[in-house]
């Protein structure tokens, strides 16, 4: 099996990754880490929770320690973007430009003389209009759930952080899913790239048990509620809408539960606040509508609960994705109301599977 040391790493690199906790690269990062420290472009598919974030990390904090060339990494949403720069710091203990929306920008001025940049579309598009940053100047630029990217409407943004990081010698793509659409944006700005995809079907993920609970209206928030009264260990629970969010919320919380929620209308520093406590523990129930099914990493989420159930099956296997990881088990239950059961038959035929029904 191979090792971190096998990769000829600085000592100082080395002994990030090991007082970060980590003992042997995950498949990803074996495949991909070489790659990278060889200097070549790469297209990764690889499941959520299989270690994509330091695959690329590690590569890049092996650079600074020879080099001053700045690295940018461009991330779909804040949270993204704010965990990727905690991963950073967490394997080099190095200081990490940030640059995301929802937050003053003036503040971020002063960091983007770092080594690494990470950011979101938006934000880092306002600070080349604005003469801060200078995307001709990185070695290397990663585009993080480049699939996620797309899907929200980035396409054009990525484009201009391509085509503006033209002297970039390295370009990174990862993806839980490659799709027609990804494929053809890699080939259209690099010349010659590595493709590495992971896992013959990336859905079927073995450490997480599918469950399925049939509900009427009237039921599902007494159902929910005996079914997280009977589950030890934090719980994600997804909603389709704002205001079902804040709802649910409040409704967990006069049961019992020590219960946060998160949304896209709290301000960006509330939603750091409560993902925070969960993280701690210091709340053990988190409600969040889909802008935390990708991307948040939070580890020992032993059960996600679909209160709505997604229309889009690939919906699903993001909200499921935050349990399972890193090889530990997981479940997912879905509370199914009648006219939902034709997208469970949907989300089964993407993963190859049978979601048992359960009972009351």
Same mark, same amino acid.
């Given at each position: 099996?191979?090792?971190?040391? #096998?990769?000829?790493? #600085?000592?100082?690199?080395?002994?990030?990754?090991?007082?970060?906790?980590?003992?042997?690269?995950?498949?990803?990062?074996?495949?991909?880490?070489?790659?990278?420290?060889?200097?070549?472009?790469?297209?990764?598919?690889?499941?959520?929770?299989?270690?994509?974030?330091?695959?690329?990390?590690?590569?890049?904090?092996?650079?600074?320690?020879?080099?001053?060339?700045?690295?940018?990494?461009?991330?779909?949403?804040?949270?993204? @973007?704010?965990?990727?720069?905690?991963?950073?710091?967490?394997?080099?203990?190095?200081?990490? @430009?940030?640059?995301?929306?929802?937050?003053?920008?003036?503040?971020?001025?002063?960091?983007?003389?770092?080594?690494?940049?990470?950011?979101?579309?938006?934000?880092?598009?306002?600070?080349?209009?604005?003469?801060?940053?200078?995307?001709?100047?990185?070695?290397?630029?990663?585009? #993080?759930?480049?699939?996620?990217?797309?899907?929200?409407?980035?396409?054009?943004?990525? $484009?201009?952080?391509?085509?503006?990081?033209?002297?970039?010698?390295?370009?990174?793509?990862?993806?839980?899913?490659?799709?027609?659409?990804? $494929?053809?944006?890699?080939?259209?700005?690099? /010349?010659?790239?590595?493709?590495?995809?992971? $896992?013959? #079907?990336?859905?079927?993920?073995?450490?997480?048990?599918?469950?399925?609970?049939?509900?009427?209206?009237?039921?599902?928030?007494?159902?929910?509620?005996?079914?997280?009264?009977?589950?030890?260990?934090?719980?994600?629970?997804?909603?389709?809408?704002?205001?079902?969010?804040?709802?649910?919320?409040?409704?967990?919380?006069?049961?019992g539960f020590r219960v946060g929620w998160i949304n896209g209308d709290l301000p960006q520093t509330k939603r750091e606040w409560v993902l925070s406590l969960f993280k701690r523990e210091k709340i053990n129930v988190l409600v969040a509508t889909d802008v935390a099914s990708r991307g948040l990493d939070i580890d020992s989420i032993k059960l996600v609960v679909n209160y709505?159930?997604?229309?889009?099956?690939?919906?699903?296997?993001?909200?499921?994705?935050?349990?399972?990881?890193?090889? /530990?088990?997981?479940?997912?239950?879905?509370?199914?109301?009648?006219?939902?059961?034709?997208?469970?038959?949907?989300?089964?035929?993407?993963?190859?599977?049978?979601?048992?029904?359960?009972?009351?």
């Amino acid at each position: 099996m191979q090792q971190f040391e #096998d990769f000829g790493l #600085d000592k100082s690199v080395l002994r990030g990754i090991f007082r970060a906790g980590y003992v042997r690269p995950t498949q990803v990062q074996s495949r991909v880490i070489p790659l990278l420290l060889k200097g070549k472009s790469v297209l990764v598919q690889s499941k959520t929770g299989t270690g994509k974030t330091a695959a690329f990390a590690i590569p890049i904090l092996e650079w600074i320690s020879e080099n001053s060339f700045p690295h940018l990494v461009l991330a779909p949403t804040r949270e993204l @973007a704010e965990q990727v720069s905690q991963e950073f710091e967490r394997l080099g203990q190095v200081k990490v @430009a940030t640059i995301i929306g929802g937050v003053p920008i003036t503040p971020q001025f002063s960091t983007l003389k770092n080594h690494i940049v990470v950011g979101t579309p938006g934000r880092t598009l306002d600070h080349v209009r604005r003469g801060k940053l200078k995307l001709e100047s990185f070695k290397t630029v990663i585009i #993080d759930e480049v699939d996620r990217l797309l899907d929200m409407g980035f396409v054009e943004d990525v $484009e201009k952080v391509i085509k503006g990081a033209k002297n970039a010698s390295v370009l990174g793509f990862f993806s839980a899913t490659v799709t027609k659409e990804v $494929e053809a944006l890699v080939k259209s700005y690099v /010349k010659s790239f590595e493709t590495i995809k992971l $896992e013959k #079907d990336e859905y079927n993920v073995d450490t997480i048990a599918h469950y399925s609970l049939n509900v009427q209206h009237n039921t599902k928030d007494k159902l929910l509620v005996n079914l997280l009264k009977s589950k030890n260990g934090k719980a994600l629970v997804f909603t389709s809408t704002k205001r079902g969010c804040e709802r649910l919320g409040r409704k967990l919380g006069s049961e019992g539960f020590r219960v946060g929620w998160i949304n896209g209308d709290l301000p960006q520093t509330k939603r750091e606040w409560v993902l925070s406590l969960f993280k701690r523990e210091k709340i053990n129930v988190l409600v969040a509508t889909d802008v935390a099914s990708r991307g948040l990493d939070i580890d020992s989420i032993k059960l996600v609960v679909n209160y709505d159930v997604p229309r889009e099956p690939l919906t699903y296997v993001h909200r499921s994705g935050r349990t399972g990881r890193m090889g /530990k088990s997981g479940m997912v239950v879905s509370l199914v109301l009648p006219h939902e059961r034709h997208s469970i038959s949907k989300i089964e035929n993407i993963l190859k599977r049978k979601i048992q029904q359960i009972k009351p």
